[in-house]
Nanobody, 126 residues
Framework: QVQLVESGGGLVQAGGSLRLSCVVSGRTFRYHMGWFRRAPGKEREFVAALRWAGGSTYYDDYADSVKGRFTASRDNAKTTVYLQMNSLKPEDTAVYYC?????????????????WGQGTQVTVSS
């Protein structure tokens, strides 16, 4: 079993920054990791992914809406993944979730992820 615990959410003004953390515990950290978000009244959507390519190699991918503003990273020693969010906009307001999966497949599809955190609220004021 794998447990994911997010933290780092909060209230920030437009243009500001936040860094979300997701501590992964349980089994091996050799998972593909993803970040998703759910805005009020909307479906949960893909934000970013860290795809494990073997050894210490990872590839990161982003939704078009956050590309150039958000950066996903991981610290294997701390079994933690991060989402650095810069130039935040009011439309980034959502509950943010980290997720983990062991299999390959469409990394933008939440159905391919096996484990989820509880989410952390991010609110961006205008």
């Amino acid at each position: 079993q794998v447990q994911l615990v997010e933290s780092g959410g909060g209230l920030v003004q437009a243009g500001g920054s936040l860094r979300l953390s997701c501590v992964v515990s349980g089994r091996t950290f050799r998972y593909h990791m993803g970040w998703f978000r759910r805005a009020p009244g909307k479906e949960r959507e893909f934000v970013a992914a860290l795809r494990w390519a073997g050894g210490s190699t990872y590839y990161d991918d982003y939704a078009d809406s956050v590309k150039g503003r958000f950066t996903a990273s991981r610290d294997n020693a701390k079994t933690t993944v991060y989402l650095q969010m810069n130039s935040l906009k009011p439309e980034d307001t959502a509950v943010y979730y980290c997720a983990a999966r062991s299999a390959l497949g469409d990394y933008t599809a939440e159905s391919t992820y096996d484990y989820w955190g509880q989410g952390t609220q991010v609110t961006v004021s205008s």
